[in-house]
């Protein structure tokens, strides 16, 4: 029965079409698959419906509310391999969402498509080779890492390749080198004019244990970030420190903290770098995730020297009965964008996106779920403001 709603759990993330944090959970640099159970060839078929209500403050062209009931649909397909040496996974997911109500500025119909692999082989006691896998092709803004825009701009790709190296130099002293590659590209040649971008990172980690539970954590990256058209290329050195501690089989976190080193052609600045992930286990039937960054952000830069912006969330399950799951997400996001002085002023801003839902397996394979959402942008360019509620009914079914 665990592995059962640990999959649904998972099939869950990877279908919501909807999920305001999805793709920033999945795509978050630390991305890591539970390789603990085998799951086998398992197909899910969604369909439902719901309301949508987004408007902007602004009534300036090119800014498309949202006031329409919408239906959608979704299939995809989840498999994993837990063996002992070479673990793997992969996910795959196809939905379209049509809103019912025609709009004068804006599409009345959108795709999601996802696939995201996970592989991890142990080639000898020291050396252990991992590689992490995730694109999509979307239309809803990410709030936990900031690759797309905090605007809804119509439809995008998305794309995320992690390799890395590890080697234990003795039982305590390991190293990691890893190289990771991300770009975004949307279909709106204005929208991709200013944000289309690819993005380098190559790390070197060195990692001392203390003990079972506790490891010291020394890292270097650099970071390269090329636009398609806009004149924002820039390159970032990161200095860190850190720690990996598990107080428990149920209590994880990790944590990285730092100076950030930004050079652009426009500014060079220097600021603060942290990456911190907590995940609680209260209990077999409670999960609580926690995630917070602060360092510069290469979305929505236009015309700004710079944007930094702090970004923190928390996630939480709760296994009612044996039939009943209870999730819900608090995500914010604060961003300060340093104007150039002559055609854009510094602005700031902060963005809260709050979720709420259940899903209730009416028998063996086929679930109900209801969410609802709202998100609330709030910023200094009247332009950009922006408020959403959203919910929506369905059913599931796994074969």
Do not use: C
């Not at 592995?3 to 909807?18: E, M, P, Q, V």
């Not at 239309?139 to 809804?152: K, Q």
């Not at 924002?232 to 990790?254: C, F, K």
């Amino acid at each position: 029965m665990r592995a059962k709603l640990a999959s649904l759990s998972i099939l869950g993330a990877l279908f919501a079409t909807t999920d305001a944090s999805a793709q920033g959970l999945l795509a978050l640099q630390n991305n890591q698959a539970d390789f603990r159970e085998s799951q086998p060839l398992t197909f899910i078929l969604g369909a439902g419906g719901g309301y949508d209500s987004l408007n902007y403050k602004s009534d300036a062209a090119g800014l498309d509310d949202i006031d329409s009931y919408f239906i959608q649909g979704s299939v995809g397909a989840l498999y994993s391999d837990a063996d002992a040496q070479t673990p793997w996974s992969i996910g795959a997911d196809f939905g379209v969402l049509n809103y019912l109500d025609d709009s004068s500025r804006a599409e009345d119909t959108y795709y999601n498509a996802r696939i995201a692999a996970n592989l991890v082989h142990q080639a000898s006691k020291r050396l252990k080779l991992a590689n992490n896998f995730y694109v999509t092709y979307e239309v809803e803004p990410d709030y936990a890492i900031g690759a797309s825009t905090a605007l809804r701009n119509g439809q995008y790709f998305y794309g995320y390749e992690n390799f890395a190296v590890s080697y234990a130099w003795s039982e305590r002293l390991s190293s990691t080198t890893s190289y990771t590659l991300d770009g975004i590209k949307y279909e709106d040649d204005v929208v991709g004019s200013s944000e289309d971008r690819l993005s380098h990172i190559i790390a070197q980690q060195f990692s001392y244990s203390l003990n079972r539970q506790t490891k010291l954590v020394g890292e270097y990256r650099y970071r390269i970030t090329n636009y398609d058209t806009a004149p924002n290329d820039y390159t970032s050195h990161y200095v860190l420190a850190g720690i990996d501690q598990a107080w428990s089989e149920r209590t994880t976190g990790s944590l990285r903290a730092g100076a950030e080193f930004y050079e652009s052609d426009r500014v060079s600045e220097t600021g603060p770098y942290v990456e911190i992930g907590i995940n609680h286990a209260t209990s077999k039937k409670t999960n609580v995730g926690l995630y917070a960054s602060a360092g510069f952000d290469s979305a929505e830069l236009g015309d700004y020297e710079s944007r930094y912006a702090y970004r923190t969330g928390v996630t939480a399950s709760h296994r009612a009965t044996d039939r009943l799951t209870l999730t819900g997400g608090l995500h914010y996001v604060n961003s300060d964008f340093e104007g150039n002085g002559d055609t854009t002023e510094d602005v700031s801003e902060q963005q809260v996106n709050a979720s709420a839902g259940l899903a209730y397996r009416l028998w063996n394979n086929v679930s109900m779920d209801a969410q609802y959402s709202y998100t609330l942008l709030d910023s200094d360019d009247e332009l950009r403001e922006y408020d959403r509620n959203r919910v929506s009914l369905g059913l599931s079914a796994q074969f």
